[in-house]
């Protein structure tokens, strides 16, 4: 490896940075990524098969390792007993921000990155989003339209499996789906309601799990733990679907344990590789390419550009204009509504297992009957509907056999609701080097500020209106509000923006193929890219742009124009 | 056949013929990087716990680590009448562990959590509410226990101090007692083997199809 120079470093293996390494390696473009985090191994590190009385702590957790170590990641409701392990260390990783202004960072580091534990939840974008700009005023569009970007969903979605309904939604463009799961009792009941009273279509998710066998690999089995691992490779993770593709070309060589820490810029303002520090020894090094890719996940890659600094680039590569760091996104959602439905109650256990949920889709402000002029944009509604496991045994007044007995037998069935919406690219959400604080590697950490603005506020009031509506008409008893407040920033684990793209180098970071303006032989691919975000889940739209980021480095490096 | 009874005879037939995860795991991929496993249900229902190495703490046999013989033995009763079984149930004994355990560690879990950095703090009062990132701070079972273990000795009833008792509003020493081991109770016993077998959740929960409304 030292004094090789390789035609692309690729830093981060998740999502983005390993389709952006199978798409190189297949063009026959030689790619070394580089990722913070250790391998993880199926035999030690998945969980999905084990049991609760097989742990220790049976299934709640070391809760004063989870305090003193993952205090940050602990929120997350994936970073439990069974899969802590694919979460970050907080002493390790610290960030910063203002007293009143919260940020939930959920990080994982190793091979595969997040998308372990991801929710595998797959929408596609539409001109809703590419082109919100141009629809109602506010902020910038995309540089490119939905029609660019539908062949590279096309291809993410035939070689990872999304499964689906198609419904003809121009909000919810359909997909080139695997089999549709199925709704739940509760959720078919709902969606006679949903349908009848608010002309909305409730939907089964869309998500990356296999509903049929796809690429050698088999269909999911339906153990419903899909975040604690998979050793079937049911679900997309880019450890057993991108990157395995990559590494039989050839062309693909995987260092782990290697933290970057920053751009290595030459003289003619070009990147020669990338500094990285060895996680486990400290020991710093240097790696140097044609090319520098960074999907290392939304924030991590800002740092790293924010963290290149020299004469030439004061604030950074890609820093010039002010605008790197900032337009922070991350959706803004009203939770934990909810309730009981009497009709369904019974004695007899439905199969489970399904690893998703429903969701009804934008119609706020994305049809003409649906018009709320009280904020730009529009939210979602998803939850699911299912019996209670023993949530009702602590409800159950008694003891012995016969309170047991009617835990067995009185089985409450629970439909739960919550609004996911849109928030605004802002200038004052953003992320700037924190002038003291540093990680373990000594690499300066993050500074975030963030918060939501009056355009969430006015939504979330809408949000709520509707949510007691849904629930009012759904008729559910024992009722759980929706929270008081939206969520914190950050906690959805959506964060968008940060660096993003468009046609002029003035007010974005990137151009439409995610070359940093100036700087041509540095991408970036992941979410940093993002100009708006909709409200729907950005791995899939992720994933279509670094395939597209791709094509484009390896027709550039093929003319010799990086 | 279902998809479970085919996947029950392909485990059974794999781990007859000895065939293992090994055989895959030669495939030349660097490491982190794996390929579809066709063993895994072999593993999953013969029960093997993880590979040695691993971040996730396993299951352990340990002697009590909180309460006094005695008082352990307490414990136990309690535990086999708050879940009808004789004390000498297996899953007593596992789910009074349990309990051991749970407030073995209390104070230390309450040190880490009074030990929280402001800003782990803020997000924690955000995240789960004001009075839950208290009541993790404050909560001291150890207390709750000794009490409550003291007043049953003198008072011996159950039905009195249990959330189903004649007076709802009388509050002391017991009913704190009963509201804790009540919950740790109800905890351990639905994530034991028994527990999840009386909820129909005992088996590997593997379909053919999607499981959703009519399904079988």
Known sequence: MPGKTYDVIVVGSGASGGWVAKELTEKGV???????????????????HIWPYQ?????????????????????????DDYSHQFFVNDNDHPYTFPADKPFMWIRGRQVGGKTFCWARVSYRYSDFEFKAASRDGYGQDWPFSYQDLEPYYDRVENFIGVSGSAENLPQLPDSKFLPAMRLSCGELAAKEIVEKKFGWKLIVDRTANLTVPLNGRPACH???????GCFTASYFNSPSVTLPAAARTGHFHLVSDAVVSHLVMNAEGKADGVAFIDRATRVAGEIRAKVVVLAASALESTRILLNSRSRRFPNGVGGENGVLGHYLMDHTTLENAGGV????????????GRPCGYIIPKYVNASARNQNKNFLRGYYFAGDGRQELYGHASSTPGFGRAWRDKVRDNIPYSF????????????DNYVALDPEKKDAWGIPALHIHASYGENELAMAKAMRDHLGEIMDELKLENREQPRDELN???????????????????????????QVHGVKNVFVTDGACFVTQGCSEPTLTIMAISVRAADYIAEEFRKGNL | MTRREWFMQLGAGVVLSGWSASDLDAAELPPGVYEPSRDHLSHALAGHGLAAGGETELAQQSQPVFFQPSEYGRMVLLTALLLGETPDAPVVNEIAAWIDLTVGESAAVRKAALALAPAHRTL???????KAVQELEELDPEAICREGLAWFAREKALEAISDDRPEPHTENAGTRFFTYLKGRAIEGFYTSRTGLEELGRGNPNFHASPPGCGSK
Not at chain 1, 64 to 78: D, G, H, I, S, T
Not at chain 1, 222 to 228: A, I, P, S
Not at chain 1, 488 to 514: Q, W
């Open chain 1, 30 to 48: 030689e790619v070394l990524m580089l990722e913070a985090g250790p391998p993880r191994v199926p035999t030690r590190d998945f969980t999905e």
């Open chain 1, 55 to 79: 742990l220790k702590y049976r299934g709640f957790g070391n809760q004063k390792k989870l305090l003193e170590n993952q205090p940050v990641q602990r929120l997350c409701y994936a970073c």
């Open chain 1, 222 to 228: 339906y153990c419903d733990e899909c975040q604690r």
């Open chain 1, 341 to 352: 439905m009497p009709a369904l109650a019974s004695s007899k256990r439905e199969p489970v």
């Open chain 1, 416 to 427: 739960s609701v919550y609004a996911q919406g849109e928030c605004l690219p802002r200038h």
């Open chain 1, 488 to 514: 914190i920033f950050g906690k959805n684990i959506h964060e968008c923006g940060t660096a993003r793209m468009g046609h002029d180098p003035k007010t974005s970071v990137l151009n439409a193929y995610n």
């Open chain 2, 124 to 130: 924690a009062v955000h995240y789960y509410g004001a």
